[in-house]
């Protein structure tokens, strides 16, 4: 401890390393000492800000602050109980950040923390990105209460620090999106094409299926990334675009294309049996993954290993080795 308080740290490796070693112990160590709150979901929380800010100093990881109604209201339970309990998402605020969690309905330093940052008392749940300083990373937003908000809020952090995001937080930042679409393609074979369309960046979903006679991939896609004219021209590009079929609303925008596109009807999903055929038979087939998780780890776990390790979480990694 340094003049006024102020932690001071060793500007060797090993020193930092050890610092945060202790560091993390000590937030580990705060979080289990009480029951889990269902308003704090499942993330192992800090509770002290001080603490957090020096973890941060010597990890490099941005503090992930919740300003929290705890006990809360019927919200702030549902805020706990699906956000801050998705798997994906607790992980990454476990591997990425510094979580720290602020009670906005207590005295003491949690009353003195709020103060500090305005946040009213007695309100629905916040989330802000700090610095080691304590500052902003990225503004201040309110009313951000669902999991593809927080997951996008999160990857423009870990971007503006120059962190990578992991791959399986950017996917599940997409398949939160509301308004991903539709589309299905036909090809030789759907085991392929579930391989080479899921590979195709903005791809969140593929499905094995059959339509107007003949083996097709339906696929769900972030028309933010990846508008569906050029969706098409990468399936054409891969060879998985013989025919194609999209929402009747969704006609319009692709006239100019020079492949006939119609109307989806008539779709029907393969078996199970044929869903995710390159997942099959390797380590990756134990797992409980999400719809986005499995897509892609199925597109590139064939060419790719390490680009399919990508988009598991760290808890996963460990359960393959």
């Not at 087939?285 to 499995?294: F, G, K, Y």
Request: charged fraction near 20%.
């Amino acid at each position: 401890m340094g003049i006024n308080g102020q932690f001071v740290f060793p500007m060797t490796m090993n020193g930092r390393l050890a610092i945060f070693l202790v560091l993390s112990s000590l937030l580990a160590s705060q979080a289990g000492c009480a029951e889990q709150p269902i308003e704090a979901g499942r993330v192992l929380w800090g509770r002290d800000l001080d603490v957090a800010l020096a973890s941060s100093q010597a990890s490099g990881k941005p503090v992930f602050a919740l300003f929290q109604e705890i006990p809360g209201c019927v919200g702030c339970q549902q805020f706990g109980r699906e956000v801050l309990s998705n798997r994906l998402l607790v992980e990454a605020i476990e591997s990425e950040f510094t979580p720290l969690l602020i009670h906005n309905n207590k005295t003491g330093k949690d009353a003195e923390v709020l103060k500090r940052f305005g946040e009213p008392a007695w309100n629905y749940q916040v989330v802000r990105f700090l610095d080691n300083k304590a500052s902003d990373i990225i503004p201040r937003k309110d009313q951000v209460w669902d999991i593809g908000g927080i997951a996008e809020r999160m990857i423009a952090t870990l971007k503006k620090v120059n962190r990578p995001a992991p791959g399986y937080l950017t996917v599940l930042a997409s398949e939160s999106f509301g308004g991903l679409k539709s589309a299905v393609f036909a090809m030789s074979c759907f085991w392929t094409g579930e391989m080479a369309l899921g590979q195709i960046e903005g791809v969140i979903a593929t499905e094995a299926g059959f339509m107007s006679g003949r083996e097709v991939t339906a696929i769900r896609y972030d028309p933010r990334i990846l508008p569906l004219p050029k969706l098409i021209v990468a399936a054409e590009k891969v060879k998985c675009a013989d025919s194609v079929w999209v929402p009747e609303s969704d006609k319009e925008s692709v006239k100019s294309s020079q492949l006939e596109v119609a109307k989806i009807a008539g779709y029907r999903a393969a078996p199970a049996s044929d869903q995710k055929k390159q997942i099959s038979g390797t380590s990756a087939d134990r797992l409980s993954l999400s719809m986005a998780q499995a897509t892609k780890v199925n597109a590139w776990i064939r060419s790719d290993v390490n680009k399919a390790m990508s988009y598991l979480t760290p808890s996963q990694r460990e359960a393959l080795q």
